[in-house]
């Protein structure tokens, strides 16, 4: 099926379903990649005790926060 018969399937609401192949599908940008930081003693308590206030993990609440500063970075430059 060709991207312009697609989107007025999709478009005109028609069922498109049948036309994707979910097992190959991909959000960009989304795949994990694992980084290694370390940090002082004090910082991973204080982490710790902000993810059990919030009820997440660490791993979440870093993730949380680091996202946060790059939708809305300090200095006011555009997200990266």
Do not use: C, Y
């Not at 996202?67 to 970075?73: D, R, T």
Request: proline share 5%.
């Amino acid at each position: 099926m060709k991207a312009s018969e697609f989107d007025t399937k999709f478009e005109a609401g028609e069922d498109i379903e049948g036309a994707l192949d979910f097992a190959r599908a991909r959000r960009p940008n989304l795949e994990s990649r694992r980084v290694n930081v370390d940090f002082p003693a004090w910082v991973v308590e204080g982490l710790d005790r902000q993810a059990k206030r919030l009820g997440v993990t660490r791993q979440s609440l870093i993730k949380m926060w680091i996202a946060q500063k790059l939708e809305h970075p300090v200095d006011g430059n555009p997200k990266l």
